[in-house]
């Protein structure tokens, strides 16, 4: 979708982070936007940025777990702008750690519920408006790099992530001869919010009090950060780069959004590990030509090299 200027983004998640960033970066590009998102006080936030830069926004709260929550939210977001065109599912929770069969019935409950229905209400409650006013469209869910290349310790965050990434090829199929694209983001380490919204939200969706996170370590006695600390400051990105990668991603019509080179050695130890999985036998060519839509899918084909921002 190359010509984004006067079209309507509606942004999950979009009061903070990644999803502010993808939100600035619409506006940017000439967008209306509709930032929906769970907390108030953020939604207040970054709709002043909005109206300080002169950017046609509105702010919806909405939990997207909440299906008739989200109708309504679908329903103002077009009364204020007409059309919907691009639908930008990046909610999400950091969701409990530790090995799998540890985590209770209770968080498992909770994290498929944000991380992964909530982005199918937001496809089924959306494509079919974005299919209707026939002006083409676009689709894109924030994964995570964790749904390529699963991080030790974090297996509930990896399988929601992994599902998204499901979720968005599973649409792409869907979305062969239509004018609507679909992508998965999958970034890497990026400076938002996400500690402390996923408090507030599980909180809030749990109804149970607010447990806080540990305080940061302590500085150092001459006040200096903690070298780790400070480190990590500079490799994590800031979210305009992510906006900046999203919006790029939809008017390629990439079916994968990616960030940070770094885990590409990762992701192809694990491809490969894949093809060797195959057994060491000749493939029956007949089979290929019985059920091509099984042995072959050539929404893979159109994913082609990505130069680096700014190239
Ligand atoms: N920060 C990272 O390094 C990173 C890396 C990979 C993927 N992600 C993913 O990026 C997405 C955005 O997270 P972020 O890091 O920008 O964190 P963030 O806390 O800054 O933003 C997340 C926003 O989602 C909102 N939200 C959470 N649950 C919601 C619900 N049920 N309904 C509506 N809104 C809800 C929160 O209120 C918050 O404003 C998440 O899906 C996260 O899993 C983040």
């Avoid at 979708?1 to 970066?25: P, Q, R």
């Avoid at 995570?144 to 090829?169: D, F, H, Q, R």
Wanted: charged residues 20%; hydrophobic residues 40%.
């Amino acid at each position: 979708m190359e010509n984004l200027k006067g079209k309507t983004a509606f942004i999950t998640g979009g009061a903070s982070g990644i999803g502010l960033g993808i939100a600035k970066a619409c506006a940017k590009a000439g967008m209306n936007v509709v930032i929906a998102d769970m907390r108030q006080s953020a939604l207040d936030e970054a709709l002043s940025i909005f109206r300080q830069n002169g950017w046609p926004a509105i702010a919806v709260r909405l939990n997207v777990t909440d299906r008739a929550a989200y109708k309504e939210a679908a329903d103002k977001a077009e009364e204020a702008f007409g059309k919907i065109h691009v639908l930008v599912n990046n909610a999400g929770i950091g969701c409990a750690g530790g090995p799998l069969w540890e985590v209770s019935h209770k968080d498992t409950d909770l994290a498929l519920s944000v991380n992964l229905v909530g982005v199918l209400n937001g496809i089924q409650e959306i494509v079919p408006r974005i299919i209707k006013h026939g002006e083409g469209g676009h689709i894109v869910s924030t994964a995570s790099k964790a749904a390529l290349l699963p991080v030790p310790g974090c297996g509930l965050y990896n399988v929601t992530k992994a599902a998204v990434v499901g979720i968005m090829e599973s649409l792409a199929m869907d979305l062969v001869g239509t004018n609507i694209g679909a992508s998965a983001f999958c970034p890497g380490g990026y400076i938002t919010n996400l500690g402390m919204s996923s408090f507030e939200v599980t909180a809030e969706l749990s109804g149970e009090k607010p447990v806080m996170p540990p305080p940061p370590p302590p500085p150092k006695e001459d006040g200096e950060p903690m070298p780790m600390m400070e480190e990590w400051s500079t490799l994590l990105r800031s979210p305009d780069d992510a906006g900046e990668r999203v919006v790029r991603g939809i008017q390629r019509g990439d079916l994968y959004i990616l960030t940070h080179a770094e885990f590409k050695d990762g992701v192809k130890a694990r491809a490969d590990a894949i093809l060797r999985a195959f057994p060491d036998e000749v493939p029956n060519k007949r089979y290929g030509e019985v059920f091509p839509y099984l042995t072959y899918n050539d929404i893979f084909d159109k994913q082609t090299q990505v130069p680096a921002l700014g190239k």
